[in-house]
Structure formats: structure tokens, C-alpha cells
Antibody, heavy 116, light 109 residues
């Protein structure tokens, strides 16, 4: 069974940092591009970042470029999102999702709250 | 960036109704479009990809169509479990900057 499990969310002050993780199982992680997608409370979905299977290609939404860093460790079947200089508008549930275009499967999400 | 405009933003329908949701891209996206269903407190679920290809396990009452800039999700006979919010997503843009529509909430009439 394909599983994606996010962790690392929590409450952080504006300007702070947080590192999210996504543990993958049930599929060949190293063969798939991966994504982070977020959803602010009561709002729609926003694509955040993508990374190709071998980390050769990395993309970011303009809203997080220069502050967030996506990475992966194929040996550990894990995806990461390092979030720096956090702002109140980064408050959201962060999902990891599998796929190079259409997102084939999603984790359950982890909540990040940026507040003083 | 490619903008995705969904309509309507919400609709009320009854069980058994035929429901249509539209997604318009700001430029042609060559059928690089996915549809997702999201229920409250849950992660989104892929329904269709490549505009009209049904994801494995998704009921056949869901269908997609369209080309160029205009795409449609149709639920042929609405079931109680279909009340949810639906999102379109384009994956055409280069470099990859995927965008979602703003969502359509399907509520019980």
C-alpha cells in the first residue's frame, strides 16, 4: 500500500524556521518526482515546490522562493522541506504528494502555524 | 504563470443530479489537467488526469473533457459520497509551476 506520512509541523514565531519530513513507503520512491502542496485554513490548494526523482530538477512557487528548500534522500525514502523566514501567510496544512504532473497520492498533511 | 479559473465556486445539487464543473486556463495547457476531490479534514484524492483519464478505482460516473483552455468535470449521477470540494490543476507550464483552480464546493440541496 502506498503511504506518505508527513511530520515536523507545529507552532513557530514569524521569522523562524521549521523542517518538514515526508516518509514514503509502498512504492519505489527513487522513481518518482515529489511535491509539497499547502492549504491555508479554509482556503484552496497551493503548489509549493517539486523535486525530480534524482534531485536534478527543483522548482518553487514565487511565494516561497528564496525561503524554502526542498530536498530528498532516496536511500531513506524521505522528502523534506526546510522552511526559513516564516511568515504568518505560510500558516497552512502542508501535504507531500507523489507525481511529476498529476499528483497520484497524498499524505495526510502536517499543520504549520506561524504566529507570535 | 498559468492561471486556472474554476466555476462555479459552489453549487447545490440533489442526489441523482448531473453536475458539471468548469476549469479555464489562462493559456492552452494541452490536456495537462487533473481533477481532485477533497472532503473536509482529508487530503485531496486524484480523480482524473490528462483531462479525461480516470484514475484507477474512481467510479465511472466521473468523467472529464475539454481541450485547449477549457475543461469540464462531470458527475453523471451525484451520490451522497460525492459531496465535497473539487479542484482542477494544470501541469503544463515550463518551468514547472503547477497551479490549482480555486475549488468548487458541491453541497446538498
Amino acid at each position: 500500500e502506498v503511504q506518505l506520512v508527513e511530520s515536523g509541523g507545529g507552532l513557530v514565531k514569524p521569522g523562524g524556521s521549521l523542517r518538514l519530513s515526508c516518509a514514503a513507503s509502498g512504492f519505489t520512491f527513487s522513481s518518482y518526482s515529489m511535491n509539497w502542496v499547502r492549504q491555508a485554513p479554509g482556503k484552496g490548494l497551493e503548489w509549493v515546490s517539486s523535486i525530480s526523482s534524482s534531485s536534478s530538477y527543483i522548482y518553487y512557487a514565487d511565494s516561497v522562493k528564496g525561503r524554502f528548500t526542498i530536498s530528498r534522500d532516496n536511500a531513506k525514502n524521505s522528502l523534506y522541506l526546510q522552511m526559513n523566514s516564516l511568515r504568518a501567510e505560510d500558516t497552512a496544512v502542508y501535504y507531500c504528494a507523489r507525481g511529476a504532473g498529476a499528483m497520484l497520492g497524498w499524505g495526510q498533511g502536517t499543520l504549520v502555524t506561524v504566529s507570535s | 504563470d498559468i492561471q486556472m479559473t474554476q466555476s462555479p465556486s459552489s453549487l447545490s445539487a440533489s442526489v441523482g443530479d448531473r453536475v458539471t464543473i468548469t476549469c479555464r486556463a489562462s493559456q492552452g495547457i494541452s490536456n495537462s489537467l487533473a481533477w481532485y476531490q477533497q472532503k473536509p479534514g482529508k487530503a485531496p484524492k486524484l480523480l482524473l488526469y490528462a483531462a479525461s483519464r480516470l484514475e484507477s478505482g474512481v467510479p465511472s460516473r466521473f468523467s472529464g473533457s475539454g481541450s485547449g483552455t477549457d475543461y469540464t468535470l462531470t458527475i453523471s449521477s451525484l451520490q451522497p459520497e460525492d459531496f465535497a470540494t473539487y479542484y482542477c490543476q494544470q501541469y503544463y507550464s515550463t518551468p514547472r509551476t503547477w497551479t490549482f483552480g480555486q475549488g468548487t464546493k458541491v453541497e446538498i440541496k
